[in-house]
């Protein structure tokens, strides 16, 4: 038994340990005019330059520069966009870069993997780490190439020209002409670092407005380095009406005449709390006190956020997080992210990403097997490991283990490989597996997996809209305390798989929204929606249903986000099916709705098994209780408002009527300080 949870340990803390070899990738402006930048979501939303962080520009953005260059300072290598162009940032990661040129000219630099440059009339291509110079324009399409082979294919005729380090290629000439480069035409094209001479007080004084700068005598080496003194001319007197001179304004540039400070990466701070509980229904009607203190630290893609609190309900006994250490393996863990409270490497593009906080994402390929738990305070683990067209993802539900330690539910975890093929058609192709643990005594008592394969075949695949068809099948296979194999296939079984399930399915995913229907025949233990906060509740609810028919969708804009999931378990007779050993309907579904805006923020949730039964009483005249409350519901509503350093929020819980659970009221203030470096 130890060593099973040793184990899982072990392969818990490797998927969390950060790896350096992973980079991070972002994209920043690193030099230009941010007066005649624009930016536009892919939709072609304008993204006002006061609102985005210029240094953590996202995928898919569109640049238009004005009437200055603008340099781009990404994780692979650098990015110069001439006057008047328009560029799409589509790919920045580990083994690949691609760059859509719209219109106008671009100089790129990678120093890792491959870089591809497309226009509308031509894909640039480079093997390895290079530079290389893009022009495409109505009346012009030439590239220049400054130290490796480059490959221009004609995206109409499809033929392919290759040119070497130093050469000129004239598309737009029915010949394509090549030409050898000068040193001074190369020169021109590279790309030229901003120079970042550190100031010495009283060495250099730089002053707003001014086009040159002035030198002291303590670096007149430097002299060469630095722009000359504008020559001053004698005037020519003429008579002419006397206009009074407009007074220039200082242009605001990334990089002012005086050095521009470092950007900030990182903050530090402290969140502090308090939170006051009412329980409603309980036998006790002193509220319950919660002070917890969160200092945490951030730099680029790395956060962390540790969490300590005392809470009490009579003030004659305390309980803490950070005091009581059970000397088990389990207890050690739990003891540890019980006061880490946050955890994110990288992001969610880069190779390697990790997030530990509570709550949590089953991944893609899950999602019809799992339903999302409403906030409890357990600490989920979501890891994605991606390398070329393959992607690995991994998630467990609670690395405090707190089913598991109280006895009181099961745990979830599970991983899926993805591979997405290349070319023109991207079909998909996943594996993996669902993992539950069912606890006793505090110890993993059995443990039960549902691999399952999926394959993606896409239908409209375009920038703005992915409309794909779905295959998934699904089985069950005991593994602890003792493998059965025959539970997952057996010769002697009618189809081989005793324990099965297969669904067809479509999804769609079109900002804002996205959405998943599916249908499929089920056999033994094997049925969509597996886990739920109901059906841990529960200890798993089984049914009797033969055929499942899920739909979710979600709305996402920029304030608002909604979401449902409904599935519906069908008998052979095509009749509700219905919780196994009870008269309760099986179907489940589940609503969230969030608003954030600038100060104010509300969230509501609500999961029912039997919903549709429970809806149509309702219609009819019964109650609406039943939809958020009793045995089979949950629900929750949350309200928060920020004024300036402090943050109150009232939560309503309601559980499900389990375990001796009961609706409570969270009423809360937390004050935070923070800083930059």
Not at 136 to 147: A, G, K, M, P, Y
Not at 227 to 252: F, G, H, I, N, Q
Not at 278 to 304: D, M, Q
Not at 318 to 337: E, H, R
């Amino acid at each position: 038994m130890k060593r099973l949870e040793t184990f899982i340990l072990v392969i818990l803390l490797t998927l969390i340990a950060p790896l350096s070899i992973f980079g991070q990738e972002y994209v920043s402006v690193i030099e230009g005019d941010l007066a005649s930048l624009r930016l536009y979501e892919p939709n072609g939303k304008p993204i006002s330059i006061e609102t985005i962080d210029i240094n953590d520009l996202q995928l898919g953005t569109i640049l238009v520069s004005g009437d200055e260059p603008i340099i781009l300072e990404t994780s692979r290598g650098d990015i110069r966009l001439f006057p008047d162009s328009i560029l799409i940032l589509d790919e920045v990661s580990a083994t690949s870069t691609t760059l859509l040129l719209i219109d106008g000219s671009v100089t790129a630099k990678t120093t890792q993997g491959t870089l591809s440059i497309i226009t509308p009339a031509t894909l640039y291509e480079l093997d390895r780490a290079g530079e290389v110079f893009v022009t495409s324009t109505r009346n012009e399409e030439r590239v220049q190439s400054f130290d490796v082979a480059v490959r221009a294919t004609n995206l109409i005729t499809h033929k392919t020209t290759t040119i070497e380090a130093l050469q000129e290629l004239e598309l737009s000439n029915p010949k394509l002409a090549k030409r050898t480069l000068a040193p001074v035409e190369a020169a021109a094209g590279r790309i030229v670092r901003p120079a970042r001479i550190p100031a010495k007080p009283g060495a250099i004084q730089w002053t707003v407005g001014l086009e040159f700068v002035e030198e002291a005598e303590e670096i007149k080496e430097l002299v060469r380095s630095l722009p000359e003194k504008p020559v001053v001319l004698s005037p020519s007197v003429k008579a002419m009406p006397v206009v009074k001179e407009a007074v220039a304004k200082p242009r605001t540039t990334l990089r002012d005449s005086a050095p521009a400070p470092i950007q900030s990466k990182g903050t530090y701070g402290i969140e502090a709390g308090y939170t006051l509980t009412f329980p409603i229904k309980s036998a006790s009607y002193w509220p319950g006190h919660r002070l917890e203190v969160k200092p945490f630290i951030s730099y680029n893609s790395l956060a962390l956020r540790l969490n300590v609190h005392v809470e009490t309900d009579s003030f004659t006994a305390f309980d803490t997080n950070f005091l009581n250490l059970d000397p088990s393996a389990l207890g050690i863990v739990s003891f540890v992210f019980g006061i880490v409270d946050h955890v994110k490497v990288g992001y969610s593009t880069s190779p390697f990403y990790l997030l530990i906080e509570e709550g949590g994402y089953p991944g893609t390929q899950l999602a019809p097997f799992i339903a999302s738990t409403f906030p409890s305070g357990k600490m989920a683990l979501y890891n994605s490991i991606t390398i070329g067209g393959f992607k690995l993802t991994t998630s467990f539900d609670d690395l405090r283990f707190t089913n598991i330690i109280n006895d009181s539910g099961s745990q979830l975890g599970s991983t899926v490989l993805e591979y997405t093929f290349g070319g023109s058609y991207p079909m998909g192709i996943a594996l993996g597996t669902l993992a539950i643990l069912d606890s006793q005594s505090s110890r993993i008592f059995k443990a039960e997996l549902y691999p399952v394969l999926e394959l993606s075949f896409p239908i409209i695949n375009t920038r703005l809209t992915q409309f794909s068809a779905l295959l998934l099948a699904s089985g069950y296979l005991p593994v602890y305390p003792s493998v059965k194999f025959e539970e997952f296939f057996d010769m002697n079984s009618t189809y081989f798989f005793p324990n099965h399930q297969l669904g067809v399915g479509l999804t769609v995913n079109h900002k804002p929204f996205n959405g998943q229907i599916m249908a499929s025949l089920a056999k033994g233990k094997n049925h969509l929606l597996l886990f739920n906060d109901i059906a841990e509740a529960h200890d798993h609810i089984d049914h009797n249903g033969f055929i499942d028919v899920y739909a979710s969708g979600t709305w996402k804009s920029k304030n608002l986000t909604a979401n449902a999931i409904l599935n519906v378990p069908f008998t052979k007779e095509f009749a509700l099916a219905t919780v196994k050993g009870e008269t309760q309907d099986a179907d489940f579904s589940q609503i969230g709705l969030t608003y954030t805006a600038d100060v104010f923020h509300l969230s509501l949730g609500a999961s029912r098994v039997g919903f549709l039964r429970t809806l149509k009483t309702a219609f009819e005249g019964g109650s609406l209780k039943p939809l958020f409350y009793g045995k089979w519901a949950s629900s929750f509503l949350e309200a928060s408002y920020t004024y300036k350093i402090f943050t109150f929020t009232t939560r309503l819980n309601v559980p499900i009527i389990l375990n001796n659970q009961k609706p409570s009221v969270d009423i809360s203030v937390k004050v935070r300080f923070d800083g930059v470096f």
